[in-house]
Structures are given as structure tokens and as C-alpha cells.
């Protein structure tokens, strides 16, 4: 079972302060347009490429809320807070506590190399929801993806169909489910579609969209007293406009990405999370409470999710298709989810 420290406990080494260069008298501000980064592991063992993936988040030339948080095992490296959890041992929950109650939060992510699942306890803890692996093909396309989401002055970032441009929805394929007849048909469609844009593992396609469109038919839409209108297997032949769910299906850059997009907006991350870590427990062997959940993080290459609350929730799966050999294909992932306004 993974704990806060056991997520960063190989990591050793006390850590010096870095320099940013900052003067102390500068408004302690961030950029609206900047995420922050916060590294799970010493500087030296973040592969060289991170560091020079987006030169706006890593500029140091920025003032910074988070100079005051500089100390034993903590560090302020250009835009990103280092924690290391070897140097700063039992108060390291202390200082993943301090990110759940500070005003960027909605504006940073995790970032190391440690397995994902293992870092559940640190995502709940801080709620900070997502997390960068830095072996995942796709986390630095996340991140870039997230920077372009942040408008011009401050507020939460956008949320739309990830990727979206007008090539990509000139080029997309979409369905409206407005029942579970419908939905089975769609996943027959959809996985007929990628498998003509060359996708890799068809099963494991089928097996998410399943997931997350008995998700978004069964358990997002809700009654006045705000109880689940559908029980989960109920045949239902239609449902109102409401309650229909978007499906949309392109290729982008050597992948294909399907986006399952809700007009309620209920699902939380905290309800993923819950999910995810029961089923690294030994109850979560015997139930499938959050069984779905895992299979949705295991078995595409992406798996990420946008929510405006009370209004729409878009859940992406990335899969590689014939661009990318078996071989090339990272088994790390990241734990992906943006909140907009």
C-alpha cells in the first residue's frame, strides 16, 4: 500500500538552495500565463530534456510566491518547488499539506519518475490531481496543452477538447449516445474507426470506452434531489438531450485520440483518486470499486480528464497507432485532470 513517504523515499541527498536570482524585495507574484511545476525527486535525477521542455515554465527570471517555502529538503528551482523526501523525512506531509491550501494550486502539477500509482497518496494530499511522469511520451503534450489553456489575465484555465484546432475537427469523426442501445452501437463505430486509423490494441480501446461511457450515462446524470436518474445496466432505449454523451474520434500526430464528453460535470478527481488507491489495497482485490477507474489509467498510453463543474466533463484516451511500434511505447503514465471555470 503506498504512503506520502514512501512515494519519495528513494530519494537521499540533502539539497542546497538554488539561486534564482530573484531579489526578496519583488512582488511575490506569478504569471497568469505560468504553471508550476513541483518535482518529486533531486534536481540531478530529472532527465535533461525536462528541464528544457517549455522554457517559459522553467525561466527564472520571474518573481515567485513560493521563495518563502526555501529550506532543509525544499528548494525553489526556476519555476518549479523541489521536494525531497529523503532530506525533509516526517514533515514532508507538512509541506504537501501547504500546496492543498495555496491559491496557485489549481495552476501546478506533479512531476517525477516514480510509478504513478505510487504517488496517489501525495495527489490526495495536496490536491494537486495531476502528475507528469518523466518517462510518459505524452507528459510533456499535457503540459504544453495545459499552458495554452491559461487566459491572458489570471482565473482558471479553459477547458475544451484537448488538442482541438479546426484541422482536428475537420478531421474528427463524432456520435451522440442518448441510450445504452446507442451506446453499444457507438462502440462498434468508434472502435471500427480508429482500427481504419491504424490503432494498436483494440481491446483495450473497447474496455475504455465502455468505462467511461457507462460513466457518463449512468453515473453523471442526476434528479432534482440530486440522485442518480439511471440505474447502472438499466436498458434505456433514449434519454433526454440532457443526459446525451459526445463522442469524437481524430487522428493527431501519430495517435488516435476519442474524447467522452457529459453535460453534468460531476465527476471529481478526488472520486478517481479514491478509486485508483482502493484497488492498490487488499479490499480493493475483492470488489471493483474503482476497478474501472484502473483499467482507464493501465491500459491507454493517455488517459486525461477536463471538467467545467455542473456543466461538462470530457474524459481523452491517447492510443498509439502503426506510428508507434509496440516497443516504443512508454508503460509509464501520468495522472491527468484540469478543472476550468
Not at 519518475?113 to 518523466?134: F, K, N
Not at 475537427?169 to 491504424?198: F, I, N, P, R, Y
Not at 467522452?260 to 471493483?288: A, N, S
Amino acid at each position: 500500500m503506498p504512503s506520502l513517504e514512501g512515494a519519495l523515499n528513494p530519494l537521499a541527498a540533502p539539497l542546497c538552495v538554488v539561486n534564482t536570482g530573484i531579489a526578496p524585495a519583488v512582488e511575490r507574484g506569478l504569471p497568469s500565463t505560468l504553471p508550476v511545476l513541483c518535482w518529486l525527486g533531486r534536481r540531478e535525477v530529472i532527465p535533461a530534456h525536462w528541464w528544457k521542455i517549455s522554457p517559459t515554465v522553467l525561466e527564472a527570471s520571474h518573481p515567485v510566491t513560493l521563495l518563502d517555502w526555501q529550506g532543509d529538503g525544499v528548494c525553489l528551482i526556476d519555476m518549479g518547488l523541489l521536494l525531497d523526501g529523503g532530506t525533509l523525512g516526517e514533515t514532508l506531509p507538512d509541506w504537501v499539506s501547504k500546496l492543498a491550501s495555496h491559491p496557485y494550486r489549481h495552476r501546478m502539477a506533479w512531476v517525477g519518475g516514480v510509478e504513478t500509482m505510487s504517488v496517489i497518496p501525495v495527489l490526495q494530499a495536496s490536491g494537486i490531481p495531476r502528475y507528469l511522469h518523466t518517462a510518459d511520451m505524452l507528459a510533456p503534450i499535457w503540459l504544453a496543452d495545459w499552458q495554452k489553456r491559461w487566459p491572458v489575465a489570471g482565473g482558471r484555465c479553459d477547458v475544451d477538447i484537448p488538442f482541438s484546432s479546426q484541422a482536428v475537427m475537420e478531421c474528427s469523426q463524432a456520435w451522440v449516445v442518448d441510450g445504452s442501445v446507442a451506446l453499444e452501437k457507438t462502440v462498434h463505430a468508434v472502435v471500427d474507426c480508429c482500427q481504419d486509423m491504424g490503432i494498436h490494441a483494440v481491446s483495450e480501446l473497447r474496455t475504455c470506452l465502455v468505462e467511461a461511457l457507462t460513466n457518463a450515462l449512468y453515473h453523471a446524470p442526476v434528479d432534482a434531489a440530486g440522485q442518480l436518474k439511471y440505474e447502472k445496466h438499466q436498458p434505456l432505449e433514449a434519454t433526454p438531450q440532457a443526459d446525451h454523451v459526445a463522442v469524437r474520434v481524430f487522428p493527431w500526430q501519430g495517435w488516435v485520440v476519442v474524447t467522452i464528453t457529459d453535460r453534468w460535470g460531476r465527476l471529481t478527481p478526488e472520486v478517481l483518486l479514491k478509486g485508483l488507491y482502493h484497488q492498490t489495497t487488499d479490499e480493493g482485490l475483492l470488489d471493483e470499486d474503482g476497478r474501472g477507474m484502473l483499467l482507464m489509467h493501465l491500459l491507454p498510453q493517455g488517459w486525461a480528464n477536463f471538467r467545467v463543474p455542473g456543466h461538462q466533463l470530457t474524459t481523452v484516451f491517447i492510443h498509439p497507432t502503426q506510428a508507434h511500434p509496440a516497443p516504443d511505447v512508454s508503460p509509464a503514465r501520468s495522472f491527468w485532470f484540469v478543472e476550468g471555470a
